[in-house]
């Protein structure tokens, strides 16, 4: 048990991850003592948001020892998205019964290099079974709840990465996205979430996910976190599927470089015919002047896509797929997977995939190479394309409800992320930015959309944008409530359970 003063917390909860290993590095503060802060605000602010389900902290303490202080995330506490990605000795459940006894045997590739950048794993966060969902509720582990407004959805599958980071547990996190589990949860939480081009980090040891549709990264508080994560996580392995240029420079040094005279599209028409909501469209419309501000060309232009056709196509392939993966699980578990083992959206996503022939399967596959390549013709004249992150508010919690049983009328209440998949079967680089707030204060995102390969003139934007609509100094009502609690009623410094 370790005592933690309060000015290390704020300290702490007012830094990006680069801040804090710089700290590192020079000898202001130890990895020790960061691990200790991350373990202080998780056990003050997740009982009331439910976003870290598995508390790693021995984990934790002895990483902490062995930390390389050079490294560029020296020290800095992270979490783990439970989903997918293996950090050996930790929980790797996906949030599904049927894995709920899984550990992790070894480090996936990503594990391998975020360990080498210096993070410090201090835990897994939330989210839904499988990650097929845009809100953070699964059965297994319970609801994620936002920061910022009671009773309104993190957004998902990264909602408890995302809300972990804007509630200030720790400064950055894993992420994943399919088809917006990155920038959906950025969107609602307030914080910078990068999808990334199609092969920019690679998924070994697994050769490939839905066809390139599937994505790993982080998010963030801050655009120039994000750049150095990507640095530090970014690179194929020989035979990997695919393989994107990589620039002459570091993303974190091409970040800071203020971008020539871009030209730039915008659009806020969603592609499905749905309606927008007014203070998502006006913080577009606000991005967009403050864009012209800055001195770039920019002009409207609605996507061509026949988006509800697209969605049908690409939920099809991922129901054989996700079929086929549940087809590997058997053989590690030892059983067939049951109706019991599974949320009813899965066992539908299950069966609807087995019953789909190979002949469509490959049908469908080839469609949307052709509905990728015509996204990307339609956007190759823009260096930069604009959209929301998400065409509504936040939803209410329950809303993307996984015990749904009529598959069809689930995904369809992914229209509000109508702007998020076509990036996912395009390949193209988008970031979530959080550059508006509704008028109760709820985070609104703006999508910058780049073309394949250029994560550097996306995240270059981004900074560019976020010095002309800050947001870094904005924090949830939660963390400001439950703060000042902490230290009224159980005071800081405190000491903290192992």
């Not at 950048?117 to 499988?130: F, Q």
């Not at 994505?215 to 655009?223: D, G, I, K, W």
């Not at 578990?333 to 299950?350: F, Q, S």
Request: net charge negative; with cysteine.
């Amino acid at each position: 048990m370790t005592a933690i003063s309060e000015s290390l917390i704020a300290t702490y909860t007012n830094s990006d991850a680069l801040a804090l290993a710089g700290l590192v590095k020079r000898g202001e503060v130890s990895p020790a003592e960061l691990v200790e802060a991350a373990i202080t605000m998780i056990e003050r602010l997740n009982p009331s948001l439910n976003a870290v389900i598995h508390r790693l902290y021995d984990m934790a303490r002895a990483q902490a020892a062995t930390v390389d202080k050079e490294a560029p995330f020296a020290g800095v506490p992270y979490l783990l998205k439970e989903l997918a990605s293996s950090w050996k000795g930790a929980p790797l459940t996906n949030s599904c019964r049927y894995l709920k006894d899984f550990v992790a045997d070894s480090d996936s590739e990503v594990a391998r290099r975020i360990k080498a950048a210096g993070l410090v794993l201090v835990g897994k966060s939330n989210a839904p079974e499988n990650g097929w969902s845009i809100t953070t509720e699964p059965k297994l582990y319970g609801a994620t709840k936002n920061p910022w407004k009671q009773g309104i959805t993190p957004g998902g599958s990264s909602g408890g990465a995302a809300a972990a980071i804007a509630s200030r547990m720790v400064p950055i996190a894993e992420a994943s996205d399919g088809a917006g589990s990155i920038r959906v949860p950025a969107s609602c939480c307030g914080i910078v979430g990068l999808k990334p081009s199609r092969g920019r980090v690679s998924l070994a040891p697994c050769g490939d996910y839905w066809y390139g549709g599937a994505y790993f990264l982080c998010c963030s508080r801050t655009v120039r976190d994000t750049a150095a994560y990507l640095d530090a996580v970014a690179g194929a392995l020989p035979g990997d599927a695919y393989t994107p240029p990589v620039p002459t420079d570091s993303w974190l040094n091409l970040s800071a470089r203020a971008p020539k005279k871009l030209r730039i599209g915008f659009t806020v028409t969603p592609p499905n015919g749905a309606a927008i909501d007014p203070e998502v469209k006006q913080t577009v419309l606000s991005t967009v002047a403050a864009l012209e501000r800055l001195g770039h060309d920019v002009e409207e232009h609605d996507m061509p896509l026949d988006a509800d056709a697209a969605w049908k196509t690409y939920t099809d392939m991922t129901n054989v797929q996700t079929a086929a993966t549940f087809g590997f699980l058997e053989t590690l578990v030892g059983r067939p997977v049951t109706p019991n083992d599974v949320e009813p959206v899965t066992w539908a996503v299950i069966e609807r995939g087995r019953a789909t022939s190979g002949i469509k399967h490959v049908s469908d596959v080839e469609q949307l190479r052709l509905i990728g390549r015509d996204i990307v013709g339609d956007l190759n004249p823009y260096d930069i394309f604009i959209t929301p992150t998400l065409t509504q508010l936040p939803r209410p919690l329950g809303y993307y409800d996984m015990s749904e049983t009529e598959l069809d009328r689930y995904n369809a209440k992914w229209g509000d992320a109508v702007f998020n998949f076509p990036f996912n079967i395009s390949g193209l680089p988008a970031i979530s930015l959080p550059l508006g707030q509704s008028a109760a204060g709820v985070p609104i995102g703006v999508q910058l959309v780049g073309r394949y390969g250029d994560e550097a003139t996306v995240l270059a934007l981004s900074t560019q944008l976020e010095g002309e609509m800050p947001w870094k100094d904005r924090r949830p009502a939660l963390w400001e409530r439950e703060a000042r609690l902490g230290q009224r009623a159980n005071g800081w410094p405190r000491e903290v359970p192992t």
